[in-house]
C-alpha cells in the first residue's frame, strides 16, 4: 500500500529537549515536505526536499532542521523546541516533476506535538 | 506574494443540501489549483485539481472550476451527505517547488 508513515503520532515533551520526527515512504517518490497546521493560519510549509541530499526553506523554517540522506525518508529535527513550536505536523511527498507541479502531494497521518 | 483565500468556517448544513465553499487566489503566472479534504484524525488527500483556465475537476460529486479572470476555484456540490463532513483546504502552486494552502474551511453535515 502506497503510503507516508510519520512518527511519533503524538508526542508531548518540554521545552529545549531535542527531538525528530522521522517521515517515510514508499512510493519512490522525489520530492518531499514537511508542513505545520494551526488553527486559522492553515498549512504552512516548514521545509521542502527535491531530492538526495537536496533541501530548501518553506515560509516557516525557523527553529526546524531536515536531511535528506535517502530517498525515502525525511526527518523533521527540532533541536531546542520551544512552546510556539506546538502545532500538527505532516509529511508530504509527490513524484517529481520539476517547475510543473501539477501532481497529487500524499500526505502523513500527521504528528501532534505539545512542547510545555 | 503568492496566496490563497478561502471563506471561514464552520459551515453547517443539512443533508443533501447544496454546498458552495469559495476559494480565491493570488499568483503570478500560471498556478495549478487544488482541493484537499482532511477527514477526522487524518492527513489531507486530493479531493481534485485543475492545472488551467476554464478546466473543471471533479471527483466524488465535487467539482471546481478554474476561473482566470475572477481568479476563484470554488468548491461545490450539489447534494452533501454526512460523510462528507471534513475540513477542506484550497490550494495552489505556481511554478516554484511550494504549495500554498488556505486556512481551511470545516463543514458539519447534520442528517
Known amino acids: 500500500e502506497a503510503q507516508v508513515t510519520q512518527n511519533p503520532r503524538y508526542l508531548i515533551t518540554v521545552t529545549g529537549k531535542k527531538l525528530t520526527v522521522t517521515c517515510s515512504q514508499n512510493?519512490?517518490?522525489?520530492?518531499m515536505s514537511w508542513y505545520r497546521q494551526d488553527p486559522g493560519l492553515g498549512l504552512r510549509q516548514i521545509y521542502y526536499?527535491?531530492?538526495?541530499?537536496?533541501?530548501d526553506k518553506g515560509d516557516v523554517p525557523e527553529g526546524y532542521k531536515v536531511s535528506r540522506k535517502e530517498k525515502r525518508n525525511f526527518p523533521l529535527i527540532l533541536e531546542s523546541p520551544s512552546p510556539n513550536q506546538t502545532s500538527l505536523y505532516f509529511c508530504a511527498s509527490k513524484k517529481w516533476e520539476g517547475m510543473a507541479n501539477t501532481g497529487e502531494l500524499f500526505f502523513g497521518e500527521g504528528s501532534r506535538l505539545t512542547v510545555l | 506574494g503568492d496566496s490563497v483565500t478561502q471563506m471561514e468556517g464552520p459551515v453547517t448544513l443539512s443533508e443533501e443540501a447544496f454546498l458552495t465553499i469559495n476559494c480565491t487566489y493570488t499568483a503570478t503566472g500560471y498556478p495549478s489549483l487544488f482541493w484537499y479534504v482532511q477527514y477526522p484524525g487524518e492527513g489531507l488527500q486530493l479531493l481534485l485539481k485543475?492545472?488551467?483556465?476554464?478546466d473543471k475537476g471533479s471527483n466524488k460529486g465535487f467539482e471546481a472550476t478554474y476561473r482566470k479572470e475572477t481568479t476563484s476555484f470554488h468548491l461545490e456540490k450539489g447534494s452533501v451527505q454526512v460523510s462528507d463532513s471534513a475540513v477542506y483546504f484550497c490550494?495552489?502552486?505556481?511554478?516554484?517547488?511550494?504549495?500554498?494552502f488556505g486556512t481551511g474551511t470545516r463543514l458539519k453535515v447534520l442528517a
Open positions: 485543475a492545472t488551467k483556465a476554464d
Open positions: 490550494a495552489l502552486s505556481a511554478g516554484t517547488y511550494k504549495y500554498i
Open positions: 526536499s527535491m531530492n538526495v541530499e537536496v533541501t
Open positions: 512510493m519512490n517518490h522525489e520530492y
